[in-house]
């Protein structure tokens, strides 16, 4: 396979192999090499000589080619999921989800594009207002390993169709995902240097950072998200759309069905084996008997869940995306436990070297100084509270700011939530795992630096130009001024 993407050409990289490799079978699903600095610096170069034709594109044509790109994405209606599913784990009926979450943002996009940064002519006495949007530039991707093709893919698909030209990175963990999401664009016709691929991990990431870039639209980890930040501080020239998680809170108050509360808990909780941003970390019921049903329930439905690999049936759970990811949600779960938490179910993985684990659930009522930390996997806190008020500051006693849900029969109390919860995504008797495309994604703290993407995508991938328009010179007049 190939490692870079430049200018139209595909080539290997310059720097040190790597490979990526099946988590549930250690089976190696591609091998290459990761680009040096200096192809960063070519890909850079391809990207800025390819802006201006690519921004002069009329909008119709930069949207035909990006039609073409769904139609080319439907003759891999098999490939790609199984791609996805080898390289990460996820089971295949979720990566033939995000092969359609990929093919439906293209015209998610065209309609946000048209909306929220359109092309208005307004009549004025002096002749027109014109306002119109242009691209940025030349604007660094980095996608993450979770959802490979369809995160990138939000950020690409906008950030072309605004007229931007792009360095694409994609996970470390993801490299054939991200090539063929490339290829699939270069089939479609995208021009020469319009969408160049560099893979690697972290030192390619940093020559990623230190390029000839216009902004950077990132999908990842807090720590990551937080470093870019600082990096271009007093910067305000360099866009920055950074989506960093959360620790995301769900409220089960007076609800009356257990089982259908457990369920969406649950869903919450385990999807995507917990590797989703939007996954719920804490689950917040009444004290007594009516929380310890429902915790109960959600502990009887991660007994319950199958797990197994890609290629299985009837699979509800896949593995994490490496035994180095499992390895680290036992060293979390274990740290609760030191700090006092009840383990009711707990996370295991077979051995050190599986990226398999089982769901878990753990309750830290009452326990102090527990890491507001994103853990990526199928591990839920239970959190008891003795009445609503004090659910809703135990779900807002968060850094974080992207998910949250309520399951309740009471209208007055998702009334009350839908103003106090702090959250970007907060849903109401849905599970927290659960975003549209055609909402805005994002949340305030450090889940983000507001600038949401999916179907506000749009406002991060061009400016506003405002003018005012005469058809000829004429002479102004104004109080004091020489007539």
């Not at 009522?365 to 959190?383: A, I, K, R």
């Amino acid at each position: 396979m190939s490692g870079l993407y430049i200018n139209g050409e595909w080539k290997q990289g310059s720097g040190a192999a790597f490979q990526s490799t099946d988590p549930a079978s250690g089976d190696v699903v591609w091998e290459g090499a990761a680009a040096t600095a200096a192809d960063v610096t070519d890909a850079y170069s391809a990207a800025r000589k390819a802006f201006p034709g690519w921004a002069r594109t009329p909008l119709e044509e930069r949207i035909a080619v990006l039609r073409a790109y769904v139609a080319e994405l439907d003759k891999l209606a098999d490939i790609l999921p199984e791609t996805i599913s080898r390289e990460v784990g996820k089971v295949l009926w979720e990566t033939q989800a995000e092969l359609g979450a990929m093919k439906g943002k293209v015209e998610l996009s065209i309609g946000s594009y048209d909306k929220r940064t359109g092309h208005e002519v307004s009549e004025t006495a002096f002749g027109q207002s014109e306002l119109i949007h242009r691209p940025h530039g030349v604007m660094a991707v980095m996608g993450p390993f979770n959802f490979p093709g369809h995160l990138p893919n939000g950020h690409i698909v906008p950030a072309l169709l605004a007229g931007n030209t792009i360095v694409f990175k994609p996970s470390e963990l993801a490299p054939a995902t991200g090539e063929l999401l490339v290829k699939t664009m270069e089939k479609a016709g995208l021009p020469p240097g319009v969408l160049n691929l560099v893979q690697g991990a972290r030192d390619t990431g940093a020559a990623l950072l230190d390029g000839d870039l216009d902004g950077v639209l990132f999908t990842g980890s807090a720590t990551t998200g937080t470093f870019i930040h600082k990096k271009f501080g007093g910067r305000p020239d360099i866009m920055l759309a950074l989506e960093m998680g959360g620790n995301n809170p769900l409220i089960a108050w007076e609800y009356g069905d257990v089982d259908a509360a457990a369920d969406i808990a649950a869903q919450s909780a385990f999807l995507t084996t917990g590797q989703r941003c939007t996954c719920a970390r804490r689950l917040i019921v009444p004290e007594g008997a009516v929380g310890d049903r429902l915790v109960d329930a959600v502990v009887s439905r991660g007994d319950m869940i199958r797990i197994g690999a890609w290629n299985e049936e009837n699979i509800f759970m896949g593995p994490l995306v490496s035994a180095q990811a499992a390895n680290g949600a036992e060293a979390f779960q274990a740290k609760l436990e030191e700090l006092g938490g009840k383990v009711l179910k707990r996370l295991q993985n077979p051995s050190d070297e599986s990226a398999f684990v089982s769901a878990g659930v753990i309750d830290m009522t009452g326990v102090s100084n527990v890491p507001d930390e994103e853990l990526f996997g199928p591990f839920m806190q239970v959190w008891r509270a003795k009445d609503f008020d004090e659910a809703i500051e135990i779900a807002n006693n968060t850094k974080f700011g992207l998910s949250a849900g309520l399951i309740s029969e009471q209208q007055s109390l998702w009334d009350e939530a839908h103003i106090r919860l702090r959250a970007g995504i907060l849903n109401f008797n849905r599970p927290t795992a659960g975003a549209s495309s055609a909402l805005p994604f994002g949340g305030p703290g450090m889940s983000g630096n507001h600038r949401p993407s999916a179907f506000y995508a749009a406002d991060y991938c061009a400016w506003p130009q405002a003018s005012q328009i005469s058809p000829m010179p004429a002479r102004m007049t104004a109080k004091g001024f020489p007539s």
